[in-house]
């Protein structure tokens, strides 16, 4: 039997790539039902956050790790009317207020994080941050999810399982602690899996599978955030993004397929509005970014009214650099994060 040669097999992964950049996925559409009111992101930021994480992302330190996982539930938690706030402990500090959920206040949150701090004698005081998390969790009703992203090592101060053990007394079924684990050794990891056990939801994740994994992603934040229940008064589909070259607004040739398509999906369904929203890399400002993704967008919505679609049924947004989906580090990351996603809404 022929081999393929290492060449020609990434020719076929990269085939494969742009075939399904231009599919479509129809399916019922699905409404989301929070299971919280509030939503509090609480990072570990002790001393032993900043060694090096001792697992397959073994060049990079916990607390790099930590803030790359937080930013990333943020940009994949639905916007259902929760409040939100964002907080570190070790030490504690509020670096958001509790306030109705804006997906961009919470990044512009977690992204000033140092993580290139000394590990101070690696004091590890996570029972102490536990604890000054009762006032907050105090003035807040409803329920809540604490999503808490730590190794689980802890040297100074009371333990913190105990006093995990005594918040969830104290608010019983309200509080959900949901742990994305950093923990990678044998006690870090028995003192998360006791945490997370303490809550009815029981929810937790290992940071790789968090990066990894998106359907381990979205599970673990159907365990503790919301459900999804069958909404059958409507269809939706599902269009994969398509992409720009760098600092180009300009429809690249390959996609317009995807477009076609989008299109004709558009006039078979006319009591559905189309949403394309526009993104871009890290590179550049802030304001250069904005303007260049809005620009993507409305070179997508364009084509569309080209093709017959009302204006008046295609909205566009512009993200700029704010919403991410790859790591901007490397080109492939990038390339990815070039691009306009064209999704189907319901009229009101």
Known sequence: MRRFSLKKMRFVVIMLVVALAGTVIPATAMRLVPKVDNIIFFIDHSGSMAMTYQGLKNEYTKILLAKDAAIEVNYRIPSLNYKSGVFTFAPFEQLSAMAPYNQTTVHDAIS??????????????????????????????GRTAVILFTDGDDNLGIDPVVEATALQAKYGDRLCFMVVSLADNAHGKEQVKKIAALSGCHCIIEVEELLNNRNAEDNFLRCGLYE????????????????????????KSEFIPVLDEGVA?????????????????????????????????????AYFVKKGIAADRVTTVGYGKSRPRADNATDEGRRLNRRVEIKFTPMN
Do not use: W
């Not at 701090?117 to 907050?136: C, F, H, Q, R, S």
């Open 228 to 251: 999804e229940l069958a909404d059958m008064s409507s269809e939706v589909v599902i269009f994969r993004s398509i992409y720009f070259d760098f600092d180009k607004s300009n429809i």
């Open 112 to 141: 000033p994080i140092n993580v290139n701090y000394p590990i101070y004698g690696n004091l590890t005081p996570m029972g102490p941050g536990l604890m000054a998390l009762d006032p907050v969790l105090g003035g807040l009703s």
């Open 265 to 301: 999906v558009s006039k078979s369904k006319p009591n559905q509005q189309v949403i394309l929203e526009g993104h871009t890399d890290s590179v550049g400002s802030v304001e250069y970014n904005q303007a260049l993704s809005e620009r993507r967008a409305n070179s997508v919505k």
